[in-house]
């Protein structure tokens, strides 16, 4: 069976149907576009064929993408000489798209053939850049349906015509949401976008894809007609020049430089919008040509698509039976009790909310129903739904409500003394088979589990805040957590729809083992004097959404200051971070506690926004009169984190690289064009790495010292992936 098959109709309609085997959503592969280049020139070549439609097989969608697999291979498929391979290769794809958009017409544009797009569902990347060739877009009304082109959230962008076609439709500013942020509509709203051309009942889609081929329509696309004009105005065109400065601007703001498919995306358009459709091809194609060969693309398509997916289908669950929720107890109702209770409820759960209040635990409960009230306001809820979700909620004071629970998620005060009083209360009210999670960022599990009498049904889940925003939940695994306990904690983050990654217990986790560092770095560096915006900025531009003192400000510096107490307590002579308390518990002892109090390391005003750098940092800690270089700071940002990642993993904290590149990027922002620390390191090479620091240990203290683990792979020029990656099934999008 081949992926694409033609049906010649009676009516003169031949229908090719796209049905990848044994996929559940059709994707592209390399093989599959000869076929579908042979079907098209027989139709065309058939003088019974009065025109075509090309649709799906599959019930409810048309198409995902490109094999994501395949794009991250592409230059190593590419021959000896990749840049010329991966190029001819797309200019043969763009060959057989460009047959179908002129579809027989002479080069009067006389003559051709009608030939229809019909979606009956979900059209992304190569799924809509196939559409876009044809003459007429249909798509059944299906508000399941996302349409659109994604391509830049792994890397890339649309380089199979997408981006020089949807550009010339619709212009260059009406296109931007969905090239440059990878918006996706609904089928409704893609036709009020000028994506589709027509919304029409699913039964109907076929059938109204055939009337419009038999209706001898007009086909030649406007680019192809003498007088064309680019809506909104080509860049020399006095619209179209706003236009273009105004996107390179935003552009730059957005991503400071660090991501080089957006950088490529627009190059594409601009210069691609100076000269005729078919040279503007070919401009598409080099600059994506330019961005395969940047290892930023692989490593974002592996960590962001590849090990992503990988994660969340249970690729590191132990081998036990299912252990879906259905009824989980949370303690605690403050900030992130009353976030578990709502991802929780909206996924279908019973939850039994208890604090020691019932104005708090009510007051829990009321976080639901302000989120589904916001969502209704914006067309993303309904009355219905917020009534369904407060139903599965019992917000209580008596832990006997939690009778039946299959999941306990206790969410109280960083205090192990309150944890366990809440723990030993909750287990006397439960089932001897219900699973016990704490949620905590610092606290190790092994201790908090001996607060109960099963510790092998004890288990860390840390959630990120605010919790129905933030997609990483990171599992930790106590001393004697059993299996049981991790296949349950994976199966609730996938049923609250969250990436997971387990690891193992140790000071801090894997997480703010790394974050707390990135933070640490930055505060020394306002210590010897480094402008605290060159700082933040340096960040920025490695691609952080924030600089380390603008996190600390968001987090709260008092909470900086309680955690450094903690780990100086536990550590004794071997803690590391005097000279960053310095500043903290200065800044504490200032009261300028973060965004929280209106005054941090930034000054704010009323409202909370930031108003620039605190003058009295300046006064305290004067600025160096020779600032360091900006690439010095950068690696000293980076490699304040990627060290504590190699570390977590010589020490069995990490048990899968995977794991630690997307949980770096899920959970702090970690430079997601590098794909993580590890990526990171295979991109700049491992002796390159274990040199750059020696010199920084030699400048800055022992904090950069290479581990024993990263020598070695630079004394092999081994890379972390070659060595510990692990094989997945060829996913797709």
Not at 364 to 386: F, L, P
Request: charged fraction near 25%; proline fraction near 5%; include cysteine.
């Amino acid at each position: 069976m081949t992926d694409f098959t033609m049906e010649k109709g009676a009516d003169g309609v031949a229908v090719i149907t796209w049905d990848t085997e044994g996929k559940s959503m059709n994707v592209m592969t390399m093989e599959a576009w000869p076929v579908l280049d042979g079907l098209i020139d027989d139709a065309l070549a058939d003088d019974a064929v009065k025109g075509i439609v090309i649709t799906s097989g599959k019930d409810g969608t048309f198409a995902g993408g490109m094999d994501l697999n395949v794009i991250s291979k592409m230059k190593d498929m590419a021959g000896d000489e990749p840049a010329k391979g991966l190029f001819e290769g797309l200019m043969n794809m763009h060959g057989i798209l460009r047959k179908i958009e002129r579809a027989g017409m002479d080069d009067k544009n006389k003559g051709g053939k009608p030939i229809a797009a019909a979606l009956p569902g979900t059209a992304l990347g190569i799924g809509l850049e196939i559409p876009l060739a044809c003459h007429r877009i249909f798509a059944a009304d299906n508000p399941k349906a996302k349409i659109g082109l994604p391509e830049i959230m792994v890397g890339i962008f649309p380089g199979a015509g997408g981006t020089t076609r949807l550009v010339r439709k619709l212009g260059a500013m009406a296109a931007s949401p969905l090239l440059l942020q990878g918006k996706l509509n609904d089928p409704k709203k893609a036709k009020s976008a000028g994506v589709v051309d027509e919304v029409v009942a699913p039964e109907e889609l076929l059938d109204k894809a055939k009337e419009w081929v038999l209706s001898e329509p007009q086909i030649v696309k406007p680019w192809d007609e003498k007088g064309y004009k680019m809506p909104g105005g080509a860049p020399y065109h006095p619209a179209g020049f706003m236009t273009f400065v105004g996107a390179s601007a935003m552009v730059n703001k957005e991503t400071q430089g660090a991501f080089p498919a957006a950088k490529a995306l627009l190059s594409a358009v601009y210069e691609g919008a100076l000269v005729p459709f078919d040279t503007a091809l070919k401009i598409e194609a080099r600059w994506f040509t330019n961005v395969l060969m940047n290892p930023s693309s692989s490593a974002m398509i592996r960590s962001l698509f590849v090990n992503k997916e990988a994660l969340e289908k249970g690729a590191n669950r132990p081998d036990v039976p299912d252990q879906k929720v259905k009824k989980v107890g949370v303690l605690g109702a403050g900030m992130m009790g009353a976030g578990i209770t709502l991802v929780s409820a909206m996924a279908g759960m019973q939850v039994v909310l208890i604090d020691q209040k019932q104005e708090a635990a009510d007051k829990g409960k009321s976080y639901t129903a302000d989120y589904m009230d916001k969502g209704i306001k914006r067309g993303k809820a309904t009355e219905e739904k917020k009534t369904a979700a407060l139903d599965l909620i019992t917000a209580t004071t008596d832990y006997a409500a939690l009778d039946g629970c299959d999941l306990i998620i206790e969410a109280v005060f960083e205090d192990p003394k309150v944890k366990a009083e809440v723990t030993k209360q909750a287990l006397a009210n439960v089932g001897e088979d219900c699973i016990f999670a704490t949620n905590t960022s610092t606290l190790p599990i092994t201790e908090l589990a001996k607060a109960s009498d099963t510790p092998d049904q004890f288990i860390g889940i840390h959630f990120f805040s605010p919790v129905e925003k933030m997609m990483l939940v990171e599992i930790i695994k106590g001393k004697e957590t059993g299996p049981r306990a991790v296949a349950k904690a994976l199966d609730y983050v996938r049923q609250i729809r969250k990436t997971p990654i387990a690891v193992n217990d140790a000071r801090f986790f894997y997480c703010n083992r790394c974050i707390i560092p990135y933070i640490n770095e930055g505060i020394r560096m306002v210590a010897e004097g480094v402008a605290p915006a060159l700082i933040d900025n340096a960040a920025r531009q490695l691609g952080f959404p924030v600089g380390p003192l603008q996190l600390v400000d968001e987090t709260s510096i008092d909470l900086g200051a309680k955690i450094a107490r903690a780990t100086k307590a536990a550590m004794g002579d071997d803690y590391p971070d005097e000279a960053v308390d310095e500043v903290i518990f200065w800044m504490e002892g200032e009261g300028r506690l973060g965004r929280k109090s209106k005054a941090g390391f930034y000054d704010y005003d009323e409202k909370g926004k930031r108003q620039g750098y605190w003058p009295g940092l300046a006064e305290k800690y004067p600025r160096a009169a020779e600032q360091p270089d900006l690439i010095e700071v950068q690696h000293r940002l980076m490699f304040a984190q990627v060290l504590e990642a190699v570390r977590a993993l010589e020490e069995g904290v990490l048990e899968d690289i995977r794991e630690g590149d997307v949980g770096a990027i899920l959970a702090w922002g970690f430079a997601p064009w590098s794909g993580g620390p590890f990526s990171w390191l295979d991109i700049i090479g491992a002796p390159y790495a274990a040199e750059r620091c020696d010199q920084l240990t030699e400048k800055f203290g022992p904090r950069f010292t290479t581990p024993d683990l990263l020598r070695e792979l630079a004394e092999k020029n081994q890379t972390f992936y070659a060595r510990f990656g692990t094989a997945s099934e060829d996913e797709a999008a």
